[in-house]
């Protein structure tokens, strides 16, 4: 696709998407992968919520993922309803390596849904780098997702390991994908196309922000790297984790 023929079929949707967890379990730094930023090692926990923007492709159309990145301390927490309120997707985070904080999901969970409009709910067990030190295996955490009919993933920030699958399979069950051209769409094809197409995005000009990596910016940093990871064209596998397709359709309803 060219740039002139984006520009021609240009249409923007914005979906809004929010990444919740305590404190410390790494939601700063998945999202920073997703950004093409390099990892750290040192923490500086999040101070109220941050913001930052992707924008992808899907059959000619680009998509604003704005996203919202909440701090996990109790002090905080009373800022993040106003955040999550009209929110497509909620990303919930918990450190695979701290039991406690796969123990606190019940308790987002219910503060999530006591909040009108929420999204739906994706969780994600991070730092499955640190394999020697795990405290919550995956069984459990497929379980408890499929007892709650979430969708479930493990990654690793550090290595970013899963990161684009979770975010790709994640999005492609929002309604703006089964809407395009009144199509009824598999999912499974979703995902394929998010994949492939996103591949060029990155060396496409955004007319929007002005930015070469792909309508890619993080308002904190405006110089970020490409941020997709090389995926096999004929598998439309991700080389950082195979696809996820077959987990539970989620039946709660996304105000987006």
Not at 53 to 66: F, H, N, V, W
Not at 144 to 164: L, M, P, Q, R
Not at 211 to 218: Q, S, T, V
Request: charged content about 25%; overall charge negative; aromatic content about 10%.
């Amino acid at each position: 696709m060219t740039e002139s023929s984006i520009d021609q079929s240009y249409q923007l949707s914005r979906q809004k998407i929010i990444f919740c967890g305590d404190a410390g379990v790494g939601k700063t730094s998945i999202i920073n992968s997703l950004m093409g930023q390099k990892f750290s090692e040192e923490y500086e926990p999040s101070i109220g919520v941050d913001f930052f923007s992707k924008t992808i492709r899907y059959k000619g159309r680009l998509i604003k993922l704005q996203i919202w990145d909440s701090a996990g301390q109790e002090k905080f927490k009373s800022l993040i309803p106003n955040y999550i309120r009209g929110s497509c997707l909620i990303f919930l985070i918990f450190d695979v390596s701290q039991k406690t904080t796969y123990d606190h999901l019940n308790d987002w969970i219910k503060f999530i849904n006591n909040i009108e409009n929420s999204g739906i709910i994706t969780v994600v067990g991070n730092k499955i780098d640190l394999d020697d030190r795990r405290e919550v295996n995956n069984d459990d955490g497929e379980k408890f997702c499929k007892e709650n009919n979430y969708e479930y993933f493990e990654v690793s920030a550090k290595d970013g390991t899963n990161i684009d699958n979770m975010l790709y399979t994640s999005i492609a069950g929002l309604p703006v994908f089964n809407t395009i051209n009144g199509e009824t769409i598999d999912k499974k094809i979703i995902i394929d196309n998010l994949l492939q197409e996103n591949l060029d995005s990155f060396r496409v000009k955004n007319y929007e922000t002005g930015n070469n990596d792909g309508g890619n910016l993080n308002v904190n940093n405006e110089n970020n790297n490409n941020n997709l990871s090389d995926i096999n064209h004929t598998y439309g596998i991700n080389k950082n984790g195979l696809l996820n397709v077959n987990n539970s359709k989620r039946k709660r309803k996304c105000f987006c």
